[in-house]
Every structure is written in C-alpha cells, then in structure tokens.
C-alpha cells in the first residue's frame, strides 16, 4: 500500500479554521496490488483449463468446434425452416451464376466456382458460429488469386489466355509433375494447381491465428481502410473485366500499375473488339443495371430479390447456342463444364514458397470481411460470435477445399443481406444453397457450355456497384474526418493504381501513422475555471471562465512517449510563453550588466510573465493529467525535465487527475523520489490551485515545508 499520495496531499494544505470541507484536499489511499503470477502458473492453469479430459469439458470442447452440434438439437423446425429454406435456395440460385462469373476474376475453369461455392457453404454451417452470413466467392479474393495464378503461369512458361485454345484445350504447353511421375499439367490443371496451393496455405494461416488467439488482428483493419481496399480491388477487378466485354484477347498484366497498364492494351487493340461480344455485353448491361436498381430500391418491399442474373444467363445461353456465336462470329464461352466431382488432390509442395507472401494477404483480408459481417449482423439479430472460432471456420473453409480444386473464399456482403432479407433464422440455409449448387454439379452444368464470356464480365461488373457507390460517399466522408477520408483514398488509390497486396499495407501503415500523427499534433490547453463551481476547461472554447493569479492550469491532450514526447515539451513551453532555456539565457544576460547578485535572480525567476494580453505573474503551474492515457520512460523524463527547467525559475510544477497507471508508471521512474525534487499529485484541478496558492501566501509558513 503506497502513502506517498496522502502525503503530497495534505502536507501544506490543512483544513480551514471553521472546518470548511472543501478546503480539505481529496485523500484517497491505494489498494495493495495484486502479486504478478509467474508465467509457469499461468500456463499451468490454460492447460488445466483446456486440456482436462472430464466429460462435460470435452463436450464443451466439442461443441466449441463444430457449433452445429449445440443449435442443431434446439431448432425450431416450425418457426424457422420455412425461412431457412426460402432464403438458401434464393441464395443458391444467385450463386449459380456468380460462381461460374467469378472464375474468370480467378483465371479459372467455371467448375472450379461452383465447387468453391458448395464446399464453403457446407463447411461454415458445420463450423462458422454467425447464423447469418453467406460464405462462398468474394470479388476481391478471387483477384487476388488471379494475380498470383497468373504470376505462377507466366514464371512456369505457360502461354497467356490470349495465345491459348482456351482453358480446357487439353494441349500439353508445359509439363508438370504433381505427387506422380507419369502425371502433367496443360494451362487449366497449373491455373488450378497453383490456385489450391495458395487457397491451402492461407487456410493454414488462418487456423494458426486461431490456435494463437490473435483475432484480435481484425482490430487493426480500420473501416475506412478495409471499405477503400474493396473500392480500389473493385476498380481494378472493373478493368480487368473490359477485355471479356469487348471480347478482346489480350494477357492480364502482372506486377505493379497493372491497372494502366491493362487499360493501355485495351486501347491499343481496341481495333479488334469483337462486335458480337460487345453488343451482347451492353444488352445485358442495359438489362441488368435497371434491374439490380429495382431490387434495390425496392428491397423492402420485395420479399425476395428477383434474380435476373439468373435468367440473363439462361436466355444468353440459348441465344449463343442457336445463334452459333462461338464458331461464327468467333465469341469467347464458358466451355464445357464436367458434371459430378473429380478426385481429390493435394496442393503442390513446392509452389508453397513461392505463394506463401501472397497467401498472407489473402488470409487476412478474408478473415477480416468475414469477421467484420458476422460481427455486424449479430449486433443486428441480438447474439454474439467468436472471432476465434470464426479464424477456425474460414480456415477450414479454405483447408479442406483446397483438395477438391477449389480456391479461396470468404464471407460476401451481397449474398448475406440476400439471406438476412430473405427470413434466413441459422446456417441451415447454407446448406440449402449447397443442395442447390450439387444439383448444378451433377445435373445442369453441361447446359452452359455456350454461355458467353462477356455476359459473365457483365455480371461481375453489375455486382461491382455497392463499391463504387463509395464515390459518391466522398464529400460525406471528408466532412464526417478527414484522416478516416485521407486513409480512404490513400487505400484505395494504391490498391487500384499500384499493387493490391501493397495497398492492403500501405492502409495499415497509414491508419497506424494516422494514430501516431493525431498524438504528434495534441495541443496544449490553457485551462479556465468557471464561476459557478470548481470545474475547468479550454479557455478558447467557453465563455465565463476565469484564471487564478499566479497559476496557470494546462492540459494535454495525448499519452506522452518518446514520439512526442520533445513535441510536448515544445507545446508547453510555447503554450505558457516561457522556454525555460531562452528565460535562462536573458537572466544571466541580465545578471552580467546589471552585476545583480543571487537573490535578486531568485525574485526575477519568479516573475516572469505569460504571453498574452494582459501579462500575469506566474509561480506555478498545474497539469491536468486526465487526457493523458499513458507514459512511457521518455514521457516520465520529459516531465522531470520540466519540472526542473521550470524550477530553476522559481515555477513549481504540480500534477492533477493523473490515472492509477501513470502513476505506478511515475512511481516506477522515480518522479516521485525525495533526491529528485519530490512531486505534488492532487485527485483534482481545484485541489491542485489552492495547494499553489498557499505556498506563496503573504507570512505563510509553507515554503519552509515544501
């Protein structure tokens, strides 16, 4: 128990003679702390805790895992199965397209979609702990991938999409060993192969993170850094989707600026669009941009958005099939797309190095849209989800897959709010989706064989415009804050313009220089006490508030470290009007013309004066402590340098309103210790002035206590 505070508090300030209350300062006596357990106790006791094998503990476990087995047995078969059901196939039917769509963004066959959308659907209903949100493709990962497969096919000296037959030509262009000698790849079986290999390893580190409990990473993805990476991946998942609705055949550049640089090939051979795609694109853009806008404008009053996704595709896909698109006027199609399910396959050993960077961004950005929706619609329906088990479930969600040639997938905000819309009460609508997509698998697949490239560039573009809506969010946003706008646009410009990888970190470093800049630029402020009773604030922003003679009361608003901590002494000293070494300087200045001697240096070094009109007289100076979060050892040395500077002067510093860690952190840096001066520390502002102004009353006897 520490008394230090007891006895900075009442050492010169006894109480009035008619036994005034208020002029006794507060005394409050500190708690013994508690005794830091050693580490080998604490992991004595995780393991205690997680490792002990009684029954309920391991059905505890169990459940924990795969939360499927704790809400399974308790639902409500008559109240929710009939919204489950409706919103899973509402769903199922919206996957159907976007999944085959979404393979282009990936540089994929469209099988490979629709296999990633069953697999996750399945697995997040066994293992996710949200009831509401729709895991499958997402734009932005399928990009991702994209530009690594890409990356990995141009390393491995495939020819580029343009110069092939197509994805499933079956030409052998390279060879390739994988987990058998007598076994190689053409261009789709690499696209695949390094696709899974990435998707797996980001699954591992997505279930490492929740091994570790570092969930908490998502902390760090601010809104406006994760909402201006959506926006920049959009424009560059926008342009990389022109060449399939011109129906040019040009390679998706790779590396930085693959945005212009894409955008320099579409003009250059913008000669030779292909007339028959070009207009097949902008009668489906002419269809769907209206259409997505009535559904929504009207999402409240539908009970189910329309999906005329779906039937673009099925009416596109008969008008390429009888209007012979493909062989007469040379269109891009889908292909054929096998029905039922290939055997499994491990991911390629030895493409993990070369993926393993790019897979950490993927691991990272999926976890964090997921984690991120899930947490937004349980605060909407009133649960709670676990972060770490949700780093499990999107882990898993990529692991597994990954051995039946799909790649990476996440929570997607579009397909959630059609489900959350559309009555869906748990998971079980996931499941339904999955029963959708297999009937595609096993039945419908082949009927799409002729289904245009264009039209699913279409699709994806049209899906494109809740991120691009963000544009017009601008003026709003930069009214709202303007650092949270900077971030934005910072984000967003280098993940279009530059790399996608790089502008995920260049929004990480901005938020974080963004919190470090707000605490380089805290202002020190002179504060004021009002007339009607003893509270203080800023005397710029208040009418009525009053100073006291001879103290000046400051607060500053930021934790002081060795970032900031020389800006603070800056701050204080401009803020008071006093630099201690320029006030130094003119004294001994002084001194030497006029040959004073030391005491006459002692009366000038208590009255200087303040900046500002009028000048007043000061002899201390109190800091209010409560804005400052925290101190580290360069904090506590800034404020014994003040306190020493200020000292030399004839000007006690005095501390108020200090939190219980700055104090244990002062206490720790020896501020308080009789060999360096000492420190008062008072629990309130007007505690602290009236300590002041009695060591400088007339014939007081406190100068010779303090």
Not at 111 to 138: N, Q
Not at 684 to 700: K, L
Request: proline share 4%.
């Amino acid at each position: 128990m520490k008394d230090w505070i007891m006895t900075h508090g009442d050492a010169c300030c006894p109480p009035s003679e008619d036994g005034a209350e208020s002029d006794q300062p507060l005394i409050l006596e500190r708690l013994p702390k508690k005794n830091e357990t050693s580490w080998r106790t604490c992991v004595s006791r995780r393991l205690k805790k997680h490792c002990s094998c009684t029954s309920e503990n391991l059905k505890s476990k169990i459940q924990g895992f795969v939360p499927i087995l704790k809400w399974l047995p308790n639902y409500r078969l008559k109240d929710w199965i009939l919204g489950d059901a409706m919103s899973g196939l509402i769903v199922g039917v919206l996957l159907v397209p976007q999944s085959i769509a979404y393979s282009l963004l990936a540089s994929q066959d469209p099988i490979y979609g629709l296999y990633t959308s069953f697999f996750s659907s399945i697995i997040y209903a066994l293992l996710g702990t949200s009831k509401h949100i729709s895991v499958g493709i997402f734009g932005v990962l399928c990009l991702l991938v994209g530009q690594v497969v890409d990356r990995e096919l141009a390393a491995a000296g495939y020819l580029t999409e343009a110069t092939s037959l197509s994805n499933n030509s079956g030409a052998l262009l390279a060879g390739f060993v994988n987990n058998s000698a007598d076994s190689v790849c053409d261009r789709s079986c690499y696209a695949i192969t390094v696709a899974t290999t990435v998707t797996f390893t980001a699954g591992v580190y997505q279930v490492l993170m929740g091994v570790f409990q570092v969930g908490f990473v998502s902390v760090y993805l601010s809104d406006s850094l994760l909402s201006g990476f959506a926006t920049g991946a959009s424009l560059t998942i926008l342009t990389s989707q022109v060449k399939y609705l011109l129906g040019l055949k040009i390679p998706r550049p790779t590396g930085w600026f693959a945005l212009i640089k894409t955008w320099y090939g579409v003009f250059t051979n913008l000669g030779k669009t292909n007339i028959c795609d070009l207009v097949t694109s902008l009668v489906c853009l002419l269809i769907l941009i209206p259409t997505k806008e009535i559904n929504y404008r009207f999402k409240d009053k539908l009970k189910a958005p329309i999906p005329f996704e779906l039937f673009v595709v099925i009416i596109a896909t008969l008008a390429s099939h009888f209007g012979h698109f493909n062989t007469d006027y040379g269109s891009g199609v889908a292909g054929d797309i096998p029905t039922g399910f290939l055997p499994p396959q491990l991911p390629s050993w030895s493409l993990i190095p070369n993926v393993a960077v790019d897979a950490f961004s993927i691991a990272i950005v999926g976890f964090a849209i997921t984690v991120s929706l899930s947490e937004m619609f349980a605060k909407k329906h009133g649960y709670s989800v676990d972060a770490n088990q949700e780093m499990y479930a999107i882990g898993f969600c990529n692991i597994i897959p990954s051995f039946f040639r799909c790649f990476a997938n996440s929570a997607a905000l579009t397909k959630t709010l059609v489900r959350d819309s559309t009555g869906c009460h748990t998971q079980l609508s996931g499941l339904v989706s999955a029963l959708v997509l297999l009937l595609v698998l096993l039945i419908i697949a082949p009927l799409f064989y002729s289904l245009q490239k264009c039209v699913l560039a279409v699709i994806i573009v049209v899906n494109l415009r809740g991120a691009l809506r963000k544009f017009t969010e601008i003026p709003s946003m930069w009214r709202a804050n303007r650092i949270d706008t900077c971030i934005w646009l910072l984000t967003m410009a280098t993940s279009a313009l530059v790399n996608t990888e790089l502008g995920l970190l260049v929004g990480v470093l901005a938020s974080a220089f963004g919190v470090i800049g707000r605490t380089q630029r805290a202002q020190m402020l002179e504060l004021g006490c009002a007339s009607s009773r003893e509270h203080y604030e800023d005397l710029t922003s208040y009418y009525g508030l009053t100073t006291h003679p001879g103290v000046a009361v400051f607060r500053y608003q930021a934790p002081v470290y060795y970032a900031n901590q020389s800006l603070f002494k800056k701050s204080l000293y401009k803020s008071t009007g006093l630099d201690p070494g320029k006030a130094r300087r003119r004294m001994l200045k002084y001194k030497r013309q006029k040959g004073e001697n030391d005491g006459v240096e002692a009366d000038v070094s208590t009255s200087v004066t303040l900046d500002g009109s009028p000048p007043r007289k000061l002899h201390s100076l109190v800091m209010d402590c409560s804005a400052v979060l925290f101190l580290d050892s360069a904090g506590v040395s800034a404020l014994k340098e003040v306190r020493k500077d200020y000292g030399e002067l004839g000007v006690r510093v005095i501390l108020a309103q200090c939190s219980t860690s700055v104090l244990d952190t002062l206490e720790r840096g020896g501020y308080f210790s009789e060999q360096n001066g000492g420190g008062g520390m008072f629990f309130t502002i007007a505690d602290a002035v009236r300590h002041a102004q009695s060591q400088f009353v007339p014939n007081g006897d406190c100068d010779s206590k303090c």
